[in-house]
């Protein structure tokens, strides 16, 4: 009982270290996906923003905003990832100052294109203020993909040799429970050879005694025998 108390306490620990490592990963992965996902919501904005300012359709103003509700929402999770130490605090708060500048960049010139004034739009567009913003927010982003994708394999190696331990403490409590079930096994079956040799035993001793009996029953005296005879007669 104590070896199998022992081999389920190492289990315990050795699954809540893997825990904790796959725990890791997974906020690692979580921060490359936000990542991501804000650069992405960014480009799209970017794009519906050209596309409205070409065409003066308004069609194109349907995924702009789309877009800039998701910076939105991105930016509220990456802050979120900088709360839980996930990000670095000054990254993040850099890379939402970047982002609200760009967005209110293509505000800008979308409400100028919309109020028919494309020329003083595109003037917007030409001082290339846009474009410098972009690349600053991809620099940045870049930069935290990278430092995040290297902790990620980090993390992933650490998650894979836990989970080598597990196995291995899995399998080594199995070993010794499986032990101690073949030992009672045999102990069990040594103490039942053990009964049915003392009860042969037994039954050896109690026959011979019924064969002593017998056997002195039938050399009693003469006058026993012809006792019974006579009271037999009687």
Do not use: C
């Amino acid at each position: 009982m104590a070896t199998v108390a022992l081999a389920a306490i190492v289990n315990g620990v050795v699954a809540e270290r893997w825990r904790e490592y796959r725990e890791r990963t997974s906020r690692s992965e979580a921060v490359i996906v936000a990542l991501d996902a804000h650069q992405s919501s960014l480009a799209d904005a970017e794009t519906g923003q050209r596309g409205f300012l070409l065409t003066g359709e308004p069609d194109y103003l349907a995924p702009f905003t789309a877009a800039r509700t998701a910076v939105q929402q991105d930016v509220s999770r990456l802050r979120a990832l900088a709360q839980s130490n996930d990000l670095p605090a000054a990254d993040v708060d850099h890379l939402t100052a970047l982002s609200n500048d760009k967005m209110r960049e293509l505000d800008s010139t979308v409400v100028l294109r919309q109020a028919n004034r494309g020329d003083l739009a595109l003037q917007v567009v030409r001082t290339n203020r846009g474009k410098a913003l972009m690349d600053s927010i991809r620099a940045l982003t870049r930069r935290l993909l990278r430092n995040e994708a290297a902790r990620l394999d980090g993390r992933r190696h650490e998650e894979d040799r836990s989970g080598g331990a597990v196995l291995v403490a899995l399998l080594a409590g199995a070993a010794a429970t499986l032990g101690i079930l073949a030992y009672l096994l045999s102990t069990l079956n040594d103490y039942d050879a053990t009964q049915h040799a003392a009860q042969r035993e037994m039954q050896l001793q109690v026959a011979d005694l019924e064969a002593l009996a017998r056997a002195r029953f039938s050399t009693s005296s003469p006058a026993i025998v012809e006792g019974n005879a006579h009271e037999r007669r009687e």
